[in-house]
């Protein structure tokens, strides 16, 4: 008989999860079965909770959804031989095709056939989940369980966040949603002189100082203007971090930088936006965009800024068990949270 778990499904074509019973999945000869202990909350899993126009046109109905996670190898297939049962792993949720010219050049971050996790393919809000053993890291097992279920969110933050060199640098952050915060300490650890962080929520916005941010700036009630010249800066930001979607916090960036400064663009819009482009082309400002992590040099340096003594653990202010996870995702759609975590365990 097919041995089932407990899992969180997308179940309907409709607002909502489900808490269902499913069968444990199959794991061919290069995949990894693993038992997951912690699991924790994206935007995305919200997007799909509400089911609005993006989760329609992506999301195949019924599945199992949820990339954030760290666990324990249960078991795995014949070609798999550097790993053992009960090793600590987490996994990126980019499944990548290994043939395009990136993935064989070794970018794989820009493989154009990437398949996620949790949204293109089953994920792992459940007991177990199967991927392939190239999608699977390894773990510092001295690592707190909890830091390893958000290595997937740290990765946006650290792959955005060490995209340009930012040591001695002023860096500007706009939006102090979890990753906003992340690449903040990142940045500070990293050795940035003044690091200000904008958003318009306040709840977050003291999250942001408590993890190293020199000014958290609330945009409603004042100015980065200002904000530079309490500073002392003498030019603009020389590196910005766009993690808002917000048109408002992206133009406001560009009018924030100094000439020939960089942008790291990892905030989703919500739709096209119009932005000066003179001032890009006049100032000599560079944009990169940003999607997922680097496989796997952004994992090796979460693992070793975390081994040198950063601490990201404040973002994450909420944990429940799974069976809570309508609390859980109210919590994450009030906005009055860092990262929520749900455990799996007994
Ligand atoms: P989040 O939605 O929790 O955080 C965004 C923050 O921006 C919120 O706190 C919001 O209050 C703030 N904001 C809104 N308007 C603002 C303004 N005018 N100025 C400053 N801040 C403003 O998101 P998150 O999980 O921290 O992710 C950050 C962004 O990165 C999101 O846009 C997300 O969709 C995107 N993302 C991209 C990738 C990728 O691979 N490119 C991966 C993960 C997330
Ligand atoms: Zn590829």
Redesign the pocket.
């Known amino acids: 008989m097919q041995k089932m778990m407990k899992a969180l499904v997308k179940r309907d074509a409709a607002p909502g999860l489900w808490l269902e019973e499913v069968p444990v999945p199959q794991y061919g000869i290069n995949d990894v079965l693993i038992k997951i202990h912690k699991t924790a909350i994206?935007?995305?899993d919200v997007h799909i909770w509400n089911w609005d126009a993006w989760a329609q046109k992506t999301i195949p109905v019924p599945m199992v959804i949820g990339h954030e996670f760290v666990g324990t190898v249960e078991a795995f297939g014949s070609n798999v031989n550097d790993l053992k049962a009960g090793d600590v792993v987490s996994g990126e949720g980019h499944i990548v095709c290994g043939r395009c010219r990136n993935c064989l050049a070794g970018r794989r971050h820009l493989c154009f056939r990437t398949s996620g996790v949790g949204v293109n393919r089953p994920g792992c809000f459940a007991e177990y989940l199967s991927i392939p053993v190239t999608n699977v890291w390894h773990a510092d097992p001295k690592i707190p369980m909890d830091i390893l279920s958000i290595f997937d969110?740290f990765g946006?933050a650290t792959h955005t966040a060490l995209s340009f060199r930012v040591l001695g640098e002023d860096v500007l952050i706009?939006?102090?949603?979890?990753?906003?915060?992340m690449a903040a300490a990142i940045v500070r650890h990293s050795g940035a002189r003044y690091v200000v962080v904008?958003?318009?929520?306040p709840y977050?916005l003291a999250l942001a100082r408590k993890l190293g941010a020199t000014v958290a700036l609330d945009?409603r009630e004042g100015n980065l203007r200002d904000v530079q010249k309490q500073l002392g800066m003498q030019e603009g930001f020389d590196v910005g971090l766009e993690?808002?979607?917000?048109g408002?916090?992206f133009r406001?960036m560009i009018d924030s930088l100094c000439h020939g400064a960089k942008i790291a663009l990892?905030?989703?819009p919500e739709s096209d936006l119009a932005i000066d482009w003179h001032k890009i082309i006049f100032n000599g400002i560079t944009i990169k965009?940003?999607?997922?992590r680097e496989m796997y040099e952004t994992w090796y340096l979460m693992t070793s800024m975390i081994q040198s003594g950063l601490d990201i653990s404040p973002v994450i202010t909420h944990r429940f068990r799974y069976t809570e996870f309508r609390d859980a995702f109210e919590v994450m759609r009030s906005?009055q949270s860092g990262k929520v975590v749900l455990s799996w365990m007994e």
């Not at 706009?174 to 915060?181: E, H, K, L, Q, R």
């Not at 993690?243 to 917000?246: A, I, K, L, Q, R």
């Open positions: 994206c935007g995305t969110p946006n706009t939006g102090a949603g979890p990753i906003g915060i904008t958003d318009v929520n977050r945009v993690m808002s979607g917000s408002a916090a406001d990892l905030g989703i965009g940003i999607y997922g906005g």
